[in-house]
């Protein structure tokens, strides 16, 4: 078996909508990067402190991706499954931990398999939970491919030894403050398995269907020379676009929902071909690689420091006090908001068109200049004091 499956559990949001991209995604190398080695730490110092609280024996890992935050993170993840697992004890006396678990799902999906985080198993429920670290992306449980891949995978093991009628799925992900919790019954889950997933998983793995272009495009290999995700985005470029105010109300917000996607589809184009020019030594017709700017840096402060004050020049520190974010690690979440949460303040955010998808409050438009400005006329009375 191999290291990583062609319809893995991860990729499944993608190739359940946009069947061929998971062969075609095969043909582009992997890159881990950095958020990606930053998440791989925190799920190894997950695992590690979930045994140690189950008293199983567990050696612990150590990565340059080690911090404060990772420390509190990791520590309030498995708070939240010891917790799952006390309020399952209530109901059953010898409920199971799995940790780590490899998971076969292959009956539906063609050499299908993954790693479930924390699973716990009762008499009579099954409950997924996933770690997610990431904060680019905010992960919701409801429908969750991924987790329902999980959820038949586990059942595959256990429904038989134990009459699980629901499956709960839990997607833990604390850089957003995110908890996200979503029960089916086992019933309604295998028929979504044999009547959706089972015919577009043997599609997928034969490269069949159609390509699909939409937000699961976000994290595919080959979406920079996808040539369905680049018609659907230069199908907005061709049209013959009037100024801003000769535009219908109507054509605004169709714009409006599409620029966003045109614009990062955009940056992946340019970011993929300087990759290209850089580091494989592709000529792009028309096009050159120059050094862009940079900031000048101090080789030595202390050597920069005794020649300034040789020279006569004393003036030449600053003190001030540390960031909040980094303040924040330096003192924990907790402690942080203990000890300073009453001192610190946050302006209105600017004001920000978004789609009402969005899970932020709509802002009170009447309110937000009076807001910002009282914030304002404090800060300059304490600075006067």
Known sequence: MSSHAILSASGSHRWLNCMPSARLELEFEDKENTAAAEGTAAHALCEHKLRKALKMRSKRPTS?????????????????VMEQLEIVKQSCKDPLVLIEQKLDFSCYVPQGFGTGDSIIIADEKLHVIDFKYGMGVLVDAVENPQMKLYGLGALEIYDSLYDIKEVSMTI???????????????????????????????????????????????????????????????????????????????????????????????????AYATDSAVNHGKQWNGFKVVEGRSNRKYKDEEAVANVARANGYRDIYRQSLITITEMQKLMGKKQFEEVLGGLIYKLPGKPTLVPITDKRPAMNISNVNDEFNKIMEDEDYDKSK
């Open 64 to 80: 340059s991706y080690d911090s404060d935050e990772m420390e509190q993170y990791t520590d309030d993840y498995v708070d939240f």
């Open 172 to 270: 833990f992900q604390p850089r957003r403050e995110n908890i996200s919790t979503w029960t089916i019954p086992v019933e309604e889950l295998k028929s979504w398995a044999e009547n959706e997933l089972k015919p577009k998983a043997i599609l997928a793995i034969n490269g069949e269907g159609d390509y699909i272009p939409g937000e699961w495009c976000t994290f595919c290999k080959a979406s920079a020379k996808c040539r369905a995700r680049a018609e659907a985005k230069l199908e907005l470029a061709r049209c013959e676009f009037k100024l801003p105010p000769l535009l219908t109300d109507m054509e605004i917000e169709e714009i409006l929902h599409k620029i966003p996607d045109l614009t990062k589809w955009a940056n992946e184009i340019i």
